[in-house]
């Protein structure tokens, strides 16, 4: 358990691009999500501007103005192919592992904690050459738990490496009376995740935090994980999208969005284990057509300052996300947060 609640941001679209944080990468390709990128523009375009973006997107004055504003955590996506070549066959996609040894060089520069995240977007390997096989032969599940060891034990005796989550998102198959949604069964996520925490054990000791996403299902990890023979096991709640009926037109609407997330907060609890909000935002359900966009501003900044007020008391949040190219004011903490003191982040 760490002394000090971690209090930061996601690192969203650094390592792995998302049209929605940096949307003129994809503009006029048609493209809307990074595989159909690499379809889009071939093997070696994409290389160059996947390079340069990550040169450029996130620096070390970054990690300065993270921590200048009172915060002292990111929470980095670092996707399945990060060691390119020498991990599991990435396709065209291109690795990354230097660039996560530089933000945990920042981040330790800047006493800033670091929770690694396995992202699994963009999934398969995409290649240019429709002729070349490029399915991996190990199962995805395989695949995954080879990254989380080798993350593990790369960065275990580093001060700033805080923990590692083992998924970003994922979605548990859940019975709604004779049906069954789609997603993952339940019991294939828990062997994953109890095979990913001996491997991050064996790896790092028991030091780094184990962070497991619930899915949004809290109540499928009852009972689970929470023995005495598992420690340092958290589980994480997103509460960036909620999808919540509730009018907004006011504080009181605002107020009751944040209850809901006490409550889903609450559940979680329940679980046994600590909880973390892994990622939550500013932004509100769209309004009434009479609202001003002065007045959705003000009820955004109402509802970041009562989410900062429930999260209080657990032991990390982060906010969704550092920057946006189109400086999303919902959505980027240099904007959402500008506004707060300091003493509220930290």
Not at 39 to 57: M, N, P, Q
Not at 176 to 185: E, F, M, R, Y
Request: include cysteine; proline fraction near 5%.
């Amino acid at each position: 358990m760490a002394e000090k609640a971690l209090h930061g941001v996601n690192l969203t679209g650094w390592l792995t691009l998302e049209s929605w944080v940096t949307p003129e990468i994809f503009a006029g390709s048609g493209a809307l999500d990074e595989p159909a990128l690499v379809k889009a523009l071939g093997g070696h375009a994409y290389a160059e501007v996947v390079r340069r973006h990550r040169d450029t997107f996130i620096t070390a004055e970054d990690f300065s103005r993270i921590a200048a504003r009172g915060l002292n955590a990111v929470r980095l996506p670092v996707p399945w192919y990060a060691y390119g070549a020498d991990g599991p066959n990435p396709g065209s996609y291109v690795g990354c592992v230097d660039y996560v040894d530089r933000a945990l060089e920042w981040a330790e520069e800047y006493d800033i904690k670091v929770v690694f995240v396995l992202d699994t977007h963009p999934g398969a390997p995409v290649s240019d050459d429709e002729d070349q096989d490029v399915s991996d032969p190990r199962s995805v599940r395989e695949r995954e738990l080879d990254v989380i060891s080798s993350l593990s034990k790369r960065y275990a005796s580093r001060v700033g490496f805080f923990g590692i989550e083992l998924a970003d998102e994922v979605t548990p198959q859940v019975r709604h009376g004779l049906t069954l949604t789609d997603g993952a069964p339940v019991h294939f996520l828990r062997n994953y995740y109890r095979e990913a925490y001996e491997l991050v054990r064996a790896a790092a000791g028991e030091d780094p935090v184990v962070i497991m996403p619930d899915g949004g299902y809290p109540s499928a990890w009852r009972r689970f994980m929470a023995q005495s023979r598992y420690v340092n096991v958290w589980l994480d709640c997103h509460l960036d999208r909620t999808n919540f009926k509730i009018d907004v037109a006011g504080p009181s609407g605002v107020r009751r969005m944040v209850e809901k997330s006490r409550e889903r907060i609450a559940d979680a609890s329940r679980c046994g284990m600590p909880v973390m909000v892994g990622k939550w935002s500013a932004s509100l359900p769209m309004a009434d057509s009479s609202m001003t966009p002065e007045g959705r501003i003000a009820l955004e900044r109402i509802y970041a300052s009562e989410q900062l007020d429930a999260y209080g008391g657990l032991p990390a949040w982060f906010f969704q996300t550092w920057k946006t190219s189109g400086l999303l004011a919902s959505w980027d903490a240099r904007l959402a947060l500008a506004t707060f003191e300091r003493g509220m982040l930290s």
